[in-house]
């Protein structure tokens, strides 16, 4: 598969664009979406990509691709966590399967980096009943600008902007 292929499957959310940060993101508002962090830089971290492995079901493969590299990786399903973490990752980061119809946006911006997951409701639903710790993700996420406020004065626009992405899943 190519770049263009790539971004073009990925369309129904990315409206065939590559975003330079994860604040740039407009996902429509009728695309379910849940917010990950903390994430470890560009890869999910451990806890995260299991239940993401458990709740897509079987596919044939995984794509990985990042904005700055015409490569994209693929990979059968299911993929495991040593594969995945030995990617020599970059920049904002892409996960999908075959069917494209998923998708997880990871951006290493903060630190240690953020990720967005869109996708249907059915498959949020399995992966917030797989990843517990929904709820201290989106606290840490809040308290980490709420930090970093009193040193960059657009933490708290940013935080608006990234709590803007999440169009879904009441867990609290």
Partial sequence: MNKKEFWSNLSWVLNERRYGSIEEFVIPSDIPTFLLYNTNDLCLNEEQFNALMESIGST???YIAQNDSDKIYEFDFPM???DYQ???LFSMTYLSSTQFD????IDENLESGIGVLATKNEIIDKFLSRYKNGVRDIQNLIAFHYRDASRNPHSMDNLIK???LWNGKDIM
């Fill in 60 to 62: 044939e493969k995984l």
């Fill in 80 to 82: 495991s966590y040593n």
């Fill in 86 to 88: 030995s990617l020599d």
């Fill in 102 to 105: 998923w998708i997880v946006v």
């Fill in 162 to 164: 990234i709590l803007s």
